[in-house]
C-alpha cells in the first residue's frame, strides 16, 4: 500500500492537483494508523464522521492552498464547535462547545481536516500529559516514555506519523518539550502572534498557541495560516503577518546567535549537552558566531512562572463550577456544596493543586508580595532579552534538561516537572516566539533544541531552523511503528 | 444626654447606555425575553475573550467629566473574584486600581445652602446576571450579564438623611441629563448602598459601620437612613456595641434587617485582568467625549432662568426630559420661553396624558409651535383660543393659520372687528353707558364683560379694554 500520508506536504499537493489523490483517500490512511497506533492513546476524541464529510465537501470544489485537503490533529483545549472538548478533564468530558475558535475557523477556511482531539495533561497542567483524565499518551519512540507535555498527544500523533500537523498551546513550553521528547518541530509563538479566542485559558497572559509538525517548513506553513490579528482577542497582535516560509532554504552565514548561559548551566544533563554542542559546532564551521550572553533572572523563572500561571489559573477555572456547562455533581443541598462537590470530583488532583497554590497567592496580603512582583520581574527579564537582540539576531539553548523519562516517574514530585521546564519558560515569560528543532537521539530518544527569536521574527527563526534540519539531516522516522506489525 | 453624629457614604451603580454590552457584541436593552441577548462571552464559555467596548469608555469619560473627577489616563481593569450563581466566569471584569474618575463631587443645596457632596472615585464594571428563585429552582437571566456600569462611590461625608436624598437626586439628575444612565431605580438601572456610622459627636474617630444594600428608591434611601440612626443611636444610648453589618430596608416594615454579619475582610483576590491590555485615553477622545455631551441639568435651569421662566416650571420641565429637550430645539431663536412652556407643560402635557401619547405622535411641527406661540406672545390669539385650537393643532396637518380660519376665530388684532363688537355693546347698554359717563366706576367693568362675552373670550382683553374706553369717550 503506497502511504501518502508519509509524503511532504508540497507532494500530496502536487497529487490532489494532478487528480491522483483525493482527501478521502488521504483519511483512509489516516484512520487506519490512528486504528493501529491505539496503544499510543494520543487521541481523546476521533472525528472520523466529521472529518470524512468535511473531506467530501471538499472534494466538490477546486483544490486550493497547500494545506488544503491536508489532516490534522488539535489540542483538546481548543474548541470545536460541535466537536466535544473536553481539556482532557471529567468536569469538560461531555462537552459540547457552540462555537470554533478563530484557530479552527481559519484552518476549516483553509480546507485542513480535524481528525481528532488531542491527549494532554488536564487543563494543560503538567509536563508528561500523566494527569490526563483519560490516561497518558504514549511516546512513539519508547510506549514506556512519556510524550512529555501538556501537548503530548499532539506531539506523539505527529512523531507517529498519524497527521502531519498538529495545534498545541504553550503556556510554559506545552508545546516544544514535548517536541523535544517526540522529535518534532513545534512553534510556540510571539505572545499575541495566534489568537486565543477559543482556547480553554490556563494562564492567559502566557498561553500561546502554535504548530506540531514533522518538518520546519510545514511549521511556517502552519503558522501561515492560523496567525494573525483577531478583534475577538484583544492581546493579538496588529503586527503584519509575513509569509513564514519566506527565508526557508536561505543561506544561513554571518548570523549572531547568543546562547543564554543559564540555559546551558549545569541544570542541563550530559545527553542534552552532547546534542547542543554538536549544533553549536555545526553553526560555528558555517560562519556564524556563537557567544554566551547573561539575560537576568532566568533562575528565577520557574518561580515567577508559578506564582503568574497558578495565580492566573485559579481565576481563570473559577467558571468550571457546575452551573452552566460541563460536570455537575449528584447530589447537593446548597449552592456551595454544588461547587465544592462538583470541583473536587471534576478536576484532577494536579489542577486543584494548582488552584489552591494560585488562589493563595492572589489572596490580599500576598499579591503585592507575589503576583505584582512576578509581572515586574518579568518585565524586567524581557527587557533583559530584548536588549540581547540589539545583539544578537537569535539566540538557541536546549529545549529540555534531559530526554524524556519513563511514564510514572514524575508524579510523585509536583516540583519536578516545573524543573524540566526550566529551559522552555522563559519564553513565554518574557513573551517571545520559540521553537523546538530535533536535534539529535540519546539512547534512541529524540533531543531538541530550542530557537529563540525577538517578538515577530519567526521567519527569521524557520530561517535558522530549516538549515540546520538539513545540515543535521536526522532519521526522523524512528518514532513510526506501524510497518514493523 | 450625649448627641451622636452620623456619616454616611453612598456607593451608587447605574447601568451605563449603550448600543452593546461593556465586553460582547450583545445588545444592551432592558426588557427582552429572558436570555435572548446573550453571547458565549456573556456566558462565560470556556475560551471566550473580553472585547472592550469604546462607547462604555466614552460613557466612563463623560460620567467622570460630569462628576468633576479627574480622569485617569492610563487604566486597566481587574478581576475581582468571588463565587456566585449570577455571576458566569467567577469573577468580574471591574477596575479597582485605577478607577477612570477620582477625586469628584457634586454639589447640593440644602436650605439655600449649596455644598460639595465628594466623590471618592467612579469605576466601570460589568453587570451580573439577574437570578429569580422558583420553588427549588433558581432561574438565571444572562441578558443582563455584561452590561456596563458605573459604580460611583460618595466619600462618607454626608451627616443627615436629607443630605443623602440631594446627593442622589443630584446624581441622577445629572447621569440622566449626560445620557450616562436611565437611572431607573425600579428597572434596576440605578442601585444604592448606603453605609451608616455614628459616633459621639465630636469624636475624630468612626463607628461601627452598617451597610444597607439596594434601597429601591431614593425616598426609601432617606428612610433607610434615618431608621439605621435610630437604631444604633439606641444601641449606643444603651451601652451595647454592635458587629459590622450587612442589612436590607424592607418596604412593608419601612425599615432595615438584619442580613448577614460581616466575616472579616472579603477577600476578593484582585489582579490585572491580563485578558485586557492598559487602555489609554488620549486628549483627543477625552474632548471629543465631553464635546458630545448634551446640555446639562444645571445648564438647563440656567438657561430657563434667563430666559423668565418661573423656579417652580423650571423645575418641573427638568423633571419632564421630552419637554425640556423639546423647548431646547428653540433655544437659538426668540421664542418666548415663559408661554411656550406653560403650554408644554399645562395644556399639552395634559392632552399627552389624556391620549396616552408623546410629542412625537402628535402634528405638532417646529414651525407650527413657534407661530402659535408668537401669536399668543404678540396678542394675535387669547389664551382662550390657543386653548379651544390646541386639539386642532396637534392633531390636524394644518398650519396655525389654517386652523384659525376653519374654526372662523378673527385675528384679534383686526381693530374693525373689535370695534364691531364694542359698537354693539355701547348700542345695546345705553343705561351703563350713561353710568360711565357719570362716572361709575363699575360700570366700565359690566362693559368690559359684556364685550369679552360677545367676543366668546376671542379677543385680547388690554387691547379689548384700550378701544372701548377710546370709543366710550369718543361720544
Not at chain 2, 484582585?270 to 446639562?296: H, N, R
Amino acid at each position: 500500500m503506497s502511504k501518502y500520508i508519509d509524503l511532504s506536504i508540497l507532494e500530496i499537493h502536487a497529487l490532489y492537483k494532478e487528480k491522483k489523490l483525493t482527501p478521502t483517500m488521504l483519511l483512509d490512511e489516516v484512520f487506519e494508523r490512528i486504528e493501529k497506533e491505539k496503544d499510543l492513546n494520543c487521541f481523546i476524541t476521533i472525528c472520523k464522521e466529521e472529518a470524512y464529510s468535511d473531506a467530501k465537501r471538499l472534494e466538490q470544489e477546486e483544490v486550493r492552498g497547500l494545506l488544503w485537503g491536508i489532516p490534522i490533529a488539535i489540542k483538546d483545549n481548543i474548541v470545536t464547535k460541535n466537536i466535544r472538548t473536553t481539556c482532557a478533564s471529567k468536569m469538560l468530558e461531555h462537552f459540547l462547545p457552540i462555537y470554533d475558535a478563530t484557530v479552527i475557523e481559519k484552518i476549516k477556511k483553509e480546507g485542513l481536516l480535524i481528525v481528532g482531539k488531542m491527549n494532554m495533561d488536564e487543563f494543560a497542567m503538567g509536563s508528561t500529559s500523566e494527569t490526563s483524565y483519560f490516561g497518558p499518551p504514549k511516546n512513539p519512540w519508547n510506549l514506556s516514555f512519556i510524550t512529555g507535555g501538556s501537548s503530548g498527544g499532539s506531539a506523539a500523533c505527529v512523531a507517529a506519523r498519524i497527521t502531519p500537523l498538529a495545534l498545541g498551546s504553550d503556556t510554559g513550553g506545552s508545546i516544544r518539550q514535548p517536541a523535544s521528547y517526540t522529535g518534532i518541530v513545534g512553534m510556540k509563538p510571539t505572545y499575541g502572534r495566534v489568537s486565543r479566542y477559543g482556547l480553554i485559558a490556563f494562564a492567559s497572559s502566557l498561553d500561546q498557541i502554535g504548530p506540531m509538525t514533522r518538518t520546519v517548513y510545514e511549521n511556517a506553513l502552519l503558522l501561515n495560516v492560523i496567525a494573525g490579528h483577531d478583534e475577538k482577542d484583544l492581546t493579538s497582535s496588529t503586527e503584519p503577518v509575513e509569509d513564514f516560509t519566506a527565508f526557508i532554504g536561505k543561506d544561513v552565514q554571518h548570523l549572531k546567535i547568543g546562547i543564554p548561559s543559564y540555559l546551558v548551566s549545569d541544570v542541563v544533563s550530559d545527553e542534552v549537552r552532547c546534542v547542543f554542542e554538536n549544533v553549536v559546532s555545526l553553526l560555528k564551521e558555517n560562519g556564524n558566531t556563537v557567544e554566551l550572553v547573561d539575560i537576568s533572572y532566568l533562575e528565577q523563572a520557574v518561580s515567577l512562572y508559578q506564582v503568574i500561571a497558578m495565580g492566573e489559573a485559579s481565576s481563570n477555572l473559577a467558571r468550571f463550577d457546575g452551573i452552566r456547562y460541563g460536570y455537575r455533581t449528584d447530589n447537593a443541598n446548597s449552592v456551595d456544596e454544588l461547587y465544592e462537590k462538583t470541583r473536587s470530583e471534576g478536576f484532577g488532583e494536579e489542577v486543584k493543586r494548582r488552584i489552591m497554590v494560585g488562589s493563595s497567592l492572589l489572596s490580599s496580603s500576598k499579591a503585592k508580595i507575589y503576583y505584582d512582583k512576578a509581572l515586574s520581574i518579568r518585565d524586567d527579564m524581557r527587557s533583559s532579552f530584548l536588549q540581547a537582540f540589539e545583539k544578537y539576531d537569535l539566540l538557541i539553548a536546549p529545549t529540555t534538561t534531559t530526554k524524556a523519562y519513563s511514564l510514572g516517574q514524575g508524579l510523585d514530585d509536583p516540583l519536578k516537572s516545573f524543573m524540566d521546564d526550566v529551559l522552555v519558560i522563559p519564553a513565554n515569560m518574557a513573551g517571545l516566539p520559540a521553537l523546538n528543532l530535533p536535534a539529535g537521539f540519546h539512547e534512541q530518544l529524540p533531543i531538541g533544541i530550542q530557537i529563540i527569536g525577538a517578538p515577530f521574527k519567526e521567519a527569521t527563526m524557520y530561517q535558522l531552523a530549516s538549515f540546520l534540519e538539513e545540515k543535521l539531516a536526522l532519521d526522523l522516522e524512528g518514532g513510526v511503528h506501524h510497518d514493523e506489525i | 444626654m450625649t448627641k451622636y453624629e452620623a456619616t454616611i457614604g453612598i456607593e451608587v451603580h447605574v447601568e451605563v447606555k449603550s448600543k452593546s454590552k461593556f465586553f460582547s457584541q450583545a445588545e444592551n436593552r432592558y426588557g427582552k425575553s429572558a436570555n435572548s441577548s446573550c453571547t458565549v462571552v456573556d456566558l462565560g464559555y470556556p475560551g471566550t475573550l473580553p472585547t472592550v467596548n469604546s462607547e462604555v469608555i466614552q460613557q466612563g469619560i463623560r460620567a467622570a467629566h460630569l462628576l468633576h473627577c479627574s480622569i485617569t489616563k492610563k487604566m486597566h481593569f481587574d478581576r475581582k473574584n468571588y463565587f456566585y450563581p449570577d455571576n458566569p466566569k467567577n469573577y468580574q471584569i471591574t477596575q479597582n486600581r485605577t478607577p477612570i474618575g477620582t477625586n469628584g463631587y457634586v454639589e447640593i443645596e440644602l436650605n439655600s445652602v449649596k455644598k460639595p457632596i465628594y466623590i471618592e472615585e467612579i469605576h466601570l464594571e460589568e453587570d451580573t446576571c439577574k437570578s429569580a428563585h422558583k420553588g427549588r429552582f433558581s432561574l438565571l437571566d444572562f441578558n443582563r450579564a455584561g452590561v456596563p456600569l458605573i459604580e460611583i462611590v460618595s466619600k462618607p461625608c454626608m451627616h443627615t438623611q436629607e443630605e443623602a436624598v440631594l446627593y442622589l437626586e443630584k446624581l441622577r439628575e445629572t447621569l440622566f441629563y449626560g445620557d450616562i444612565s436611565d437611572c431607573k431605580i425600579e428597572e434596576g438601572s440605578m442601585r444604592c448602598d448606603a453605609n451608616v456610622s455614628i459616633a459621639k459627636e465630636g469624636s475624630n474617630h468612626l463607628g461601627t459601620k452598617c451597610e444597607i444594600k439596594n434601597i429601591g428608591s431614593i425616598r426609601n434611601v432617606g428612610i433607610a437612613i434615618q431608621k439605621e440612626i435610630e437604631r444604633q443611636t439606641a444601641l449606643l444610648e444603651k451601652g451595647e456595641t454592635f458587629q459590622e453589618q450587612t442589612r436590607r430596608f424592607d418596604d412593608k416594615l419601612g425599615d432595615t434587617v438584619l442580613m448577614r454579619v460581616k466575616e472579616t475582610g472579603n477577600d476578593y483576590r484582585y489582579f490585572p485582568e491580563p485578558d485586557i491590555p492598559f487602555v489609554i485615553l488620549t486628549e483627543e477622545q477625552i474632548k471629543k467625549a465631553i464635546e458630545t455631551l448634551p446640555m446639562g441639568s444645571d445648564e438647563r435651569r440656567k438657561l430657563y432662568l434667563e430666559r423668565g421662566i418661573h423656579p417652580k416650571n423650571v423645575e418641573k420641565l427638568l423633571s419632564n426630559r421630552t419637554l425640556s429637550d423639546y423647548l431646547n430645539t428653540y433655544q437659538d431663536s426668540d421664542l418666548d420661553f415663559v408661554i411656550a412652556s406653560n403650554l408644554l407643560l399645562g395644556d399639552i402635557s395634559s392632552y399627552l396624558n389624556r391620549n396616552f401619547m408623546e410629542l412625537n405622535d402628535t402634528k405638532l411641527t417646529k414651525e407650527k409651535f413657534s407661530d402659535l406661540i408668537s401669536k399668543i406672545s404678540k396678542g394675535e390669539l387669547s389664551n382662550q383660543n390657543a386653548k379651544d385650537i390646541l386639539e386642532d393643532v396637534l392633531e390636524k396637518e394644518l398650519s396655525v393659520d389654517e386652523i384659525m380660519k376653519e374654526r372662523n376665530i378673527q385675528n384679534i388684532t383686526d381693530s374693525s372687528f373689535v370695534e364691531k363688537l364694542i359698537s354693539k355693546v355701547i348700542m345695546e347698554n345705553e343705561e351703563s353707558v350713561s353710568d360711565y359717563h357719570q362716572g361709575k366706576d363699575r360700570a366700565i367693568k359690566y362693559l368690559m364683560g359684556q364685550v369679552m362675552k360677545e367676543a366668546k373670550g376671542s379677543i385680547n382683553p388690554k387691547v379689548a379694554n384700550e378701544k372701548l374706553i377710546e370709543m366710550l369717550n369718543r361720544k
